[in-house]
């Protein structure tokens, strides 16, 4: 089922299939809730799945012009689409720089959340990582900026964007992640998150990590080029968590690796988190 949910900021887009214990999916930077299709629908047969589209550069419709697009703004979005769904005991779940809005939701928003799963994503001083710096030079640039996003609804540069991080994907996917940088007003939405990407949010959501008393699972990469094993060591330890690292996989865990993935949340919530209160 497909719904807008209507929030101060803007209209979201909300996806949901299934029924029982809530998974909440977050995505990343240039990627919609289709991030997360692969997982949802080795899910959605046991579990309640909620997706969205966030104003992160895949998402089709623009935010209002006066909308708080920083990080800590958007993890308030995601904080307003659980409340205006009414969900509770959340498993939220995220990859890429959606993990870092979790670790957001979970410093500042954390009241309905049930459990935490994190896989590749930033952290700690890694927002954005060491390789993506220029993301927030290219937010402040909005001319330059948005060039470059216009020069990505391009197949040769798509390509070299989303090949990096994604190592079994789909040219129809990631076409459609890329189509709505041809509206100015999507391009204006991305660019004033990536402005207000700052590692300041991370390091101080660290405290809240380690005070967060629910179940974690941290699951990454081996290898990533962009996220260090390190982080995820750390998070795990933060979170009193279980640290999975997988091979053969980039930092689109969710694409790359659905069936271990999807499994990896199913026994988390089945042994560790348990039916809804």
Same mark, same amino acid.
């Given at each position: 089922?497909?719904?807008?949910?209507?929030?101060?900021?803007?209209?979201?887009?909300?996806? #949901?299939?299934?029924?029982?214990?809530?998974?909440?999916?977050? =995505?990343?930077? /240039?990627?919609?809730?289709?991030? !997360?299709?692969?997982?949802? #629908?080795?899910?959605?047969?046991? =579990?309640?799945?909620?997706?969205?589209?966030?104003?992160?550069?895949?998402?089709?419709?623009?935010?209002?012009?006066? @909308?708080?697009?920083?990080?800590? *703004?958007?993890? @308030?979005?995601?904080?307003?689409?659980?409340?205006?769904?009414?969900?509770?005991?959340?498993?939220?779940?995220?990859?890429?720089?959606?993990?870092?809005?979790?670790? /957001?939701?979970?410093? =500042?928003?954390?009241?309905?959340?049930?459990?935490?799963?994190?896989?590749?994503? &930033?952290?700690?001083? =890694?927002?954005?990582?060491?390789?993506?710096?220029?993301?927030?030079?290219?937010?402040?640039?909005?001319?330059?900026?948005?060039?470059? /996003?216009?020069?990505? %609804?391009?197949? /040769?540069?798509?390509?070299?964007?989303?090949?990096?991080?994604?190592?079994?994907?789909?040219?129809?996917?990631?076409? +459609? !992640?890329?189509?709505?940088?041809?509206?100015?007003?999507?391009? %204006?939405?991305?660019?004033?998150?990536?402005? %207000?990407?700052?590692?300041? &949010?991370?390091?101080?959501?660290?405290?809240?990590?380690?005070?967060?008393?629910?179940? +974690?699972?941290?699951? !990454?990469?081996?290898?990533?080029?962009?996220?260090? #094993? &390190?982080? *995820?060591?750390?998070?795990?330890? $933060?979170?009193?968590?279980?640290?999975?690292?997988? $091979?053969?996989?980039?930092?689109?865990?969710?694409?790359?690796?659905?069936?271990?993935?999807?499994?990896?949340?199913? $026994?988390?919530?089945? #042994?560790?988190?348990?039916?809804?209160?």
């Amino acid at each position: 089922m497909e719904r807008g949910i209507e929030l101060p900021q803007g209209t979201i887009r909300v996806y #949901e299939q299934g029924e029982g214990p809530v998974l909440f999916f977050v =995505h990343g930077l /240039l990627v919609s809730h289709t991030l !997360w299709e692969l997982v949802v #629908e080795r899910l959605a047969g046991s =579990h309640r799945c909620v997706s969205i589209d966030l104003p992160l550069g895949a998402h089709r419709t623009a935010m209002k012009p006066e @909308a708080d697009l920083s990080p800590r *703004g958007v993890a @308030a979005m995601i904080a307003g689409v659980m409340d205006q769904l009414d969900l509770r005991d959340v498993v939220l779940v995220g990859n890429d720089t959606g993990g870092a809005l979790c670790q /957001l939701v979970v410093a =500042h928003h954390p009241e309905r959340l049930a459990g935490l799963v994190l896989t590749t994503c &930033d952290a700690y001083e =890694h927002f954005p990582p060491p390789l993506l710096k220029s993301l927030t030079f290219l937010g402040r640039k909005p001319r330059i900026g948005g060039a470059f /996003l216009r020069l990505g %609804r391009f197949g /040769l540069v798509r390509d070299a964007i989303v090949a990096p991080v994604n190592k079994r994907r789909s040219t129809q996917r990631s076409q +459609a !992640w890329v189509e709505p940088l041809g509206d100015p007003a999507i391009r %204006r939405d991305v660019l004033r998150f990536m402005a %207000r990407i700052d590692n300041a &949010d991370t390091i101080a959501a660290a405290p809240a990590l380690k005070a967060f008393d629910r179940p +974690a699972l941290v699951v !990454w990469t081996k290898g990533d080029r962009f996220f260090p #094993e &390190d982080d *995820g060591r750390r998070l795990a330890a $933060d979170l009193s968590a279980p640290l999975e690292i997988l $091979d053969d996989t980039r930092t689109f865990i969710p694409l790359d690796q659905p069936d271990r993935l999807g499994s990896l949340i199913r $026994d988390l919530v089945a #042994e560790r988190v348990g039916a809804p209160k």
